[in-house]
């Protein structure tokens, strides 16, 4: 069964720590990406990594930071330097489908709550 | 800069209903466009995805045209239903490249019975 999972589903974290989510896809994608969504905005980009031991910022990505060790992985800490961290964190992969487009694909999200 | 607009931000219709979302877009370099669906607390769900050459596509009671001049796409949706309840985004590459998306804001749909 093809797809990204996303884990936890929920985390709660106090200030002035870091945490890490976690994103793996079996999709044999090269591209993955990080959003942010808060309540009544769009998806914002975080980081994206178009390849393995490469990644670039996205948007907004003070205070967060990125690994691509492994094609199939890529995490994402948040730090404490992240002054309102509380949101709801989706990974993405992308991927070249039937007739050539690339496809971007969805993991069911982590949220994030600090206490 | 690709500034993606979605009207109405809320849309509450009774069931049985013909509907029609939009989306707009600033930058009509583009070569494809993507509608997703996303449920509450869930991620988001590929719908169809509009190549830039299409000005349709289908997939069951749904149906995206696409006006690349206008700066234009429309999500049809026929014979509405409540499972239909969802947040509707649509998404264009980014026009700066590096395959990323800029995602508009969305449309809140609610079918009532």
């Given at each position: ?97 039937a007739g050539g ?15 | ?5 979605q009207i109405p ?86 026009t700066g490249g ?16």
């Open positions: 069964d093809g797809g990204i999972t996303q884990s936890p589903k929920y985390l709660f974290r106090k200030e002035g720590q870091n945490v890490t989510l976690s994103c793996e896809q079996n999709l044999n994608h090269d591209a993955m990406y990080w959003y942010r969504q808060d309540p009544g905005q769009g998806l914002r980009l975080i980081y994206y990594s178009q390849i393995v031991n490469d990644f670039q910022k996205g948007d907004i990505a003070e205070g967060y930071s990125v690994s691509r060790e492994k094609k199939e992985s890529f995490p994402l800490t948040v730090t404490s330097a992240q002054k309102n961290p509380t949101a709801f964190y989706l990974c993405a992969s992308m991927g070249m489908v487009n690339y496809e971007q694909f969805f993991g069911p999200g982590t949220r994030l709550t600090v206490l | 800069k690709q500034e993606v607009t931000a809320a849309l509450s219709v009774p069931e049985g209903e013909n509907l029609v979302l939009n989306c707009s877009f600033t930058d009509s370099a583009i070569y494809n466009l993507q509608w997703f669906r996303q449920d509450p607390g869930k991620g988001l769900t590929s719908l169809l995805l509009i190549q830039s050459s299409q000005r349709e596509q289908t997939s069951g009671r749904l149906n995206a045209s696409l006006d690349k001049s206008s700066g234009r796409s429309t999500l049809y949706i026929a014979a509405s239903q409540p499972g239909d309840s969802a947040t509707y985004l649509c998404a264009v590459p980014f590096g395959n990323k998306l800029t995602f508009g804001t969305g449309t809140q749909l609610k079918v009532e019975l």
